[in-house]
Structures are given as structure tokens and as C-alpha cells.
Nanobody, 119 residues
Framework: QVQLVESGGGLVQPGGSLRLSCVAS????????MGWYRQAPGKQRELVAV????????NSADSVKGRFTVSRDNAKNTVFLQMNSLKPEDTAVYYC????????????WGQGTQVTVSS
């Protein structure tokens, strides 16, 4: 049984930082593309950042470039999303997801963790 469990969300002031973690079980994340998505109230879910399997390639949405960094610790089977210079518009539920490189869609999802940026 595959499980992705996110943690690290919370309330932070604008300009602050948070580090989200996603611990995977039932899969080996080194052979999966690991993505972070977010969904704000009333909005569609959007892809925030991806750590590709092999090669260490990362991609991120224009709205978070230079502020968010995705990384992976294969030994701990964990992927991270470091979020700096947070803005109120970053408020959303953040989800971790996994897929094999040849798949078009993510097939495994976590339950999400709430991030609220507010003063």
C-alpha cells in the first residue's frame, strides 16, 4: 500500500518561511517524479514544483521561482518543499504526489497540509 504523508504546514507571516515534508511508503521515490501541488479556496489545483526521477532536475511554477525549492532525500524516502519569502497568495492546501516518468498524470497523492500566510 502506497502512502504519501505531508507535514510542516501552518500559519506564517508574509515574508516568512516554511519547509514541507512528504514521507513516502510503499514506493521508492528515487524512481518517481515527485511533485508538489497546491489548491487555494475556489481555485484549481496547480503544480508548484517537481523533482524529477534521476538527474536531479527540478521544475517550478513561475509564481514561485526563486522562492520555493524542491529537494529529495532518497535515504529517508522523503521529498521537501522549502518555501521562502511567503506571500498571502501562497495560502493553500499543499499536496505531495508521485508518478513514474512515463506517466502523464500523478497517481499517488497525499492528504495535504494547510499553509496559511497572513499577518
Amino acid at each position: 500500500q502506497v502512502q504519501l504523508v505531508e507535514s510542516g504546514g501552518g500559519l506564517v507571516q508574509p515574508g516568512g518561511s516554511l519547509r514541507l515534508s512528504c514521507v513516502a511508503s510503499g514506493i521508492t521515490i528515487s524512481i518517481y517524479d515527485m511533485g508538489w501541488y497546491r489548491q487555494a479556496p475556489g481555485k484549481q489545483r496547480e503544480l508548484v514544483a517537481v523533482r524529477r526521477s534521476g538527474g536531479g532536475i527540478t521544475n517550478s511554477a513561475d509564481s514561485v521561482k526563486g522562492r520555493f525549492t524542491v529537494s529529495r532525500d532518497n535515504a529517508k524516502n522523503t521529498v521537501f518543499l522549502q518555501m521562502n519569502s511567503l506571500k498571502p497568495e501562497d495560502t493553500a492546501v499543499y499536496y505531495c504526489a508521485a508518478k513514474r516518468v512515463w506517466m502523464n498524470e500523478y497517481i499517488y497523492w497525499g492528504q495535504g497540509t494547510q499553509v496559511t500566510v497572513s499577518s
